[in-house]
Protein backbone atom coordinates (compact mmCIF):
# COMPACT_ATOMS: atom_id res chain seq x y z
CA UNK A 1 0.00 0.00 0.00
CA UNK A 2 1.32 3.06 -1.31
CA UNK A 3 2.50 5.76 1.86
CA UNK A 4 3.90 8.72 1.44
CA UNK A 5 5.25 10.94 4.57
CA UNK A 6 6.54 14.46 4.66
CA UNK A 7 9.24 15.47 6.58
CA UNK A 8 11.22 18.96 7.24
CA UNK A 9 11.56 21.66 9.79
CA UNK A 10 8.38 22.89 10.99
CA UNK A 11 9.27 26.48 11.45
CA UNK A 12 11.48 28.62 8.77
CA UNK A 13 13.28 32.31 9.24
CA UNK A 14 12.19 34.90 6.42
CA UNK A 15 14.17 35.53 3.62
CA UNK A 16 15.37 32.10 4.12
CA UNK A 17 14.94 28.59 2.45
CA UNK A 18 12.02 25.96 3.13
CA UNK A 19 13.35 22.47 2.58
CA UNK A 20 10.98 19.49 2.90
CA UNK A 21 11.38 15.91 1.47
CA UNK A 22 8.66 13.37 0.46
CA UNK A 23 9.58 9.40 1.45
CA UNK A 24 7.75 7.17 -0.35
CA UNK A 25 7.24 3.37 0.73
CA UNK A 26 5.09 0.64 -0.99
CA UNK A 27 5.84 2.21 -4.39
CA UNK A 28 8.72 2.84 -6.57
CA UNK A 29 9.15 6.04 -7.18
CA UNK A 30 11.09 5.65 -10.69
CA UNK A 31 7.42 3.95 -11.62
CA UNK A 32 6.83 5.19 -15.22
CA UNK A 33 2.93 6.16 -14.67
CA UNK A 34 3.19 8.50 -11.82
CA UNK A 35 4.68 12.04 -11.18
CA UNK A 36 5.51 12.90 -7.36
CA UNK A 37 3.71 16.38 -6.75
CA UNK A 38 3.82 19.21 -3.79
CA UNK A 39 0.74 21.32 -3.04
CA UNK A 40 0.23 23.61 0.10
CA UNK A 41 -2.77 24.64 1.95
CA UNK A 42 -2.60 28.02 3.97
CA UNK A 43 -4.19 28.00 7.35
CA UNK A 44 -8.03 27.65 7.10
CA UNK A 45 -7.08 28.09 3.02
CA UNK A 46 -7.84 26.30 -0.09
CA UNK A 47 -4.96 24.00 -2.53
CA UNK A 48 -2.57 25.42 -4.67
CA UNK A 49 -0.25 23.26 -6.45
CA UNK A 50 3.35 24.08 -5.92
CA UNK A 51 4.81 21.77 -8.74
CA UNK A 52 5.48 17.95 -9.53
CA UNK A 53 8.64 15.92 -10.47
CA UNK A 54 9.09 12.38 -12.93
CA UNK A 55 11.67 10.07 -11.59
CA UNK A 56 14.03 10.96 -14.75
CA UNK A 57 13.84 14.57 -13.48
CA UNK A 58 11.57 16.28 -15.90
CA UNK A 59 9.90 18.97 -13.57
CA UNK A 60 6.58 21.39 -13.93
CA UNK A 61 6.62 24.22 -11.53
CA UNK A 62 3.77 26.88 -10.67
CA UNK A 63 4.21 29.47 -12.31
CA UNK A 64 3.81 32.53 -9.51
CA UNK A 65 6.42 30.42 -8.11
CA UNK A 66 8.62 29.03 -10.36
CA UNK A 67 11.70 31.69 -9.58
CA UNK A 68 11.97 30.40 -6.50
CA UNK A 69 11.01 26.45 -6.49
CA UNK A 70 13.13 23.72 -7.02
CA UNK A 71 12.15 20.01 -6.71
CA UNK A 72 14.35 17.05 -6.64
CA UNK A 73 14.18 13.47 -7.03
CA UNK A 74 16.37 10.67 -5.52
CA UNK A 75 15.66 7.20 -7.19
CA UNK A 76 18.36 5.38 -4.80
CA UNK A 77 16.20 6.43 -1.79
CA UNK A 78 13.09 6.87 -3.59
CA UNK A 79 12.54 10.31 -2.22
CA UNK A 80 11.87 13.31 -3.37
CA UNK A 81 12.22 17.26 -2.12
CA UNK A 82 11.10 20.40 -2.25
CA UNK A 83 13.30 23.70 -1.90
CA UNK A 84 11.61 27.01 -1.93
CA UNK A 85 13.56 30.44 -1.14
CA UNK A 86 13.24 33.24 -0.41
CA UNK A 87 10.41 32.90 2.21
CA UNK A 88 7.76 35.17 3.62
CA UNK A 89 4.65 34.63 5.96
CA UNK A 90 2.42 33.87 3.01
CA UNK A 91 4.53 30.84 2.10
CA UNK A 92 2.76 29.90 5.59
CA UNK A 93 1.07 26.70 5.11
CA UNK A 94 0.82 22.90 5.28
CA UNK A 95 2.27 21.03 2.57
CA UNK A 96 1.28 17.60 1.38
CA UNK A 97 3.68 15.84 -1.29
CA UNK A 98 1.56 13.70 -3.54
CA UNK A 99 1.65 10.81 -6.35
CA UNK A 100 -0.51 11.25 -9.44
CA UNK A 101 -0.70 10.25 -13.31
CA UNK A 102 -0.26 12.34 -16.23
CA UNK A 103 -1.44 11.91 -19.59
CA UNK A 104 1.33 10.95 -21.39
CA UNK A 105 3.45 13.93 -23.47
CA UNK A 106 1.05 16.46 -21.81
CA UNK A 107 0.54 18.62 -18.42
CA UNK A 108 -2.64 17.09 -17.87
CA UNK A 109 -3.77 15.23 -15.09
CA UNK A 110 -6.30 13.48 -13.35
CA UNK A 111 -5.69 14.71 -9.79
CA UNK A 112 -3.74 12.65 -7.07
CA UNK A 113 -4.96 9.70 -5.62
CA UNK A 114 -2.39 9.21 -2.89
CA UNK A 115 -1.19 11.95 -0.43
CA UNK A 116 0.87 12.59 2.31
CA UNK A 117 -0.52 13.64 5.60
CA UNK A 118 1.18 16.81 5.15
CA UNK A 119 3.40 19.06 7.36
CA UNK A 120 2.97 22.43 9.05
CA UNK A 121 5.91 24.64 8.04
CA UNK A 122 6.00 28.47 10.13
CA UNK A 123 8.05 30.89 8.21
CA UNK A 124 8.27 33.40 11.64
CA UNK A 125 11.37 35.18 13.03
CA UNK B 1 -4.92 30.50 -14.65
CA UNK B 2 -8.26 28.93 -14.67
CA UNK B 3 -10.21 29.74 -11.85
CA UNK B 4 -12.48 27.56 -10.22
CA UNK B 5 -15.84 28.85 -8.33
CA UNK B 6 -17.83 26.67 -5.91
CA UNK B 7 -20.83 27.19 -4.23
CA UNK B 8 -22.41 26.88 -2.04
CA UNK B 9 -19.19 27.48 0.15
CA UNK B 10 -20.83 26.07 3.48
CA UNK B 11 -23.48 23.46 2.98
CA UNK B 12 -25.66 22.31 6.17
CA UNK B 13 -27.49 19.24 5.44
CA UNK B 14 -29.66 17.56 7.42
CA UNK B 15 -28.88 13.28 7.92
CA UNK B 16 -30.12 11.08 5.45
CA UNK B 17 -31.04 14.29 2.74
CA UNK B 18 -29.16 14.76 -0.88
CA UNK B 19 -26.94 17.55 -1.07
CA UNK B 20 -25.62 18.94 -4.15
CA UNK B 21 -22.12 21.56 -4.96
CA UNK B 22 -21.53 23.39 -8.25
CA UNK B 23 -18.28 24.21 -9.42
CA UNK B 24 -17.80 26.53 -12.56
CA UNK B 25 -14.33 27.00 -14.56
CA UNK B 26 -13.33 30.08 -16.42
CA UNK B 27 -13.12 28.43 -19.29
CA UNK B 28 -13.78 25.00 -20.55
CA UNK B 29 -11.95 21.72 -19.10
CA UNK B 30 -12.08 19.52 -22.38
CA UNK B 31 -8.54 18.43 -23.06
CA UNK B 32 -7.51 18.11 -26.89
CA UNK B 33 -7.85 14.10 -27.09
CA UNK B 34 -11.72 14.59 -25.88
CA UNK B 35 -11.58 14.09 -22.07
CA UNK B 36 -12.45 16.46 -19.62
CA UNK B 37 -9.93 16.23 -16.04
CA UNK B 38 -12.41 17.81 -13.62
CA UNK B 39 -12.05 15.88 -10.45
CA UNK B 40 -13.22 16.22 -6.75
CA UNK B 41 -11.70 15.76 -3.55
CA UNK B 42 -12.94 15.06 0.09
CA UNK B 43 -10.55 16.40 3.10
CA UNK B 44 -12.30 15.39 6.31
CA UNK B 45 -11.29 17.54 9.53
CA UNK B 46 -7.84 17.35 10.27
CA UNK B 47 -7.20 14.94 7.30
CA UNK B 48 -5.65 14.92 3.91
CA UNK B 49 -6.97 15.33 1.07
CA UNK B 50 -8.80 12.27 -0.45
CA UNK B 51 -9.72 12.07 -4.23
CA UNK B 52 -13.64 11.19 -4.68
CA UNK B 53 -14.22 11.35 -8.29
CA UNK B 54 -11.70 11.49 -11.42
CA UNK B 55 -12.80 12.96 -15.54
CA UNK B 56 -16.08 14.52 -14.18
CA UNK B 57 -17.74 11.01 -13.02
CA UNK B 58 -15.20 8.67 -12.15
CA UNK B 59 -15.97 7.26 -8.52
CA UNK B 60 -12.22 6.46 -6.73
CA UNK B 61 -12.57 2.63 -5.38
CA UNK B 62 -14.03 2.36 -1.78
CA UNK B 63 -15.61 5.65 -2.88
CA UNK B 64 -19.28 4.84 -1.71
CA UNK B 65 -22.20 4.88 -4.46
CA UNK B 66 -23.88 7.98 -3.02
CA UNK B 67 -21.49 10.09 -4.46
CA UNK B 68 -21.28 10.90 -7.90
CA UNK B 69 -20.24 13.83 -10.30
CA UNK B 70 -21.54 15.35 -13.08
CA UNK B 71 -21.32 17.89 -15.75
CA UNK B 72 -19.66 19.11 -19.04
CA UNK B 73 -17.12 21.78 -20.37
CA UNK B 74 -17.44 24.70 -17.34
CA UNK B 75 -20.48 23.34 -15.18
CA UNK B 76 -19.92 20.86 -12.99
CA UNK B 77 -21.71 19.05 -9.95
CA UNK B 78 -20.84 16.89 -6.59
CA UNK B 79 -24.00 15.30 -5.12
CA UNK B 80 -24.32 13.37 -2.41
CA UNK B 81 -27.67 11.12 -2.48
CA UNK B 82 -28.13 10.19 1.05
CA UNK B 83 -25.44 12.78 3.55
CA UNK B 84 -24.03 10.50 6.46
CA UNK B 85 -22.12 11.76 9.46
CA UNK B 86 -18.93 10.74 7.70
CA UNK B 87 -19.16 13.18 4.80
CA UNK B 88 -18.47 16.27 6.95
CA UNK B 89 -15.56 17.83 5.46
CA UNK B 90 -14.80 20.42 2.95
CA UNK B 91 -15.26 19.25 -0.58
CA UNK B 92 -12.75 20.56 -3.85
CA UNK B 93 -12.82 20.69 -7.13
CA UNK B 94 -9.38 20.74 -9.41
CA UNK B 95 -8.67 21.15 -12.97
CA UNK B 96 -6.13 19.06 -14.38
CA UNK B 97 -6.30 20.23 -17.95
CA UNK B 98 -5.21 23.43 -17.36
CA UNK B 99 -1.31 24.32 -16.39
CA UNK B 100 -1.01 25.06 -13.42
CA UNK B 101 -3.52 23.08 -12.19
CA UNK B 102 -6.10 24.95 -9.76
CA UNK B 103 -8.30 23.94 -7.03
CA UNK B 104 -11.62 25.34 -5.99
CA UNK B 105 -11.72 27.45 -2.88
CA UNK B 106 -13.99 24.38 -1.22
CA UNK B 107 -17.40 23.85 0.23
CA UNK B 108 -17.80 22.86 3.85
CA UNK B 109 -20.33 20.36 4.17
CA UNK B 110 -21.82 20.00 8.19
CA UNK B 111 -24.60 18.56 9.67
CA UNK B 112 -27.67 20.60 10.48
Known amino acids: QLHLHESGPGLVKPSETLSLTCTVS??????????WGWIRQPPGKGLEWIGS???????YYHPSLKSRVTISVDTSTNQFSLKLSSVTAADTAVYYC?????????????????WGQGTLVTVSS | DVVMTQSPLSLPVTLGQPASISCRSS???????????LNWFQQRPGQSPRRLIY???NRDSGVPDRFSGSGSGTDFTLKISRVEAEDVGVYYC?????????FGQGTKVEIK
Open chain 1, 98 to 114: ARHGLVTGTVTTWGPAG
Open chain 1, 26 to 35: GGSISSSTYY
Open chain 1, 53 to 59: IYYSGST
Open chain 2, 27 to 37: QSLVYSDGNTY
Open chain 2, 55 to 57: KVS
Open chain 2, 94 to 102: MQGTHWPWT
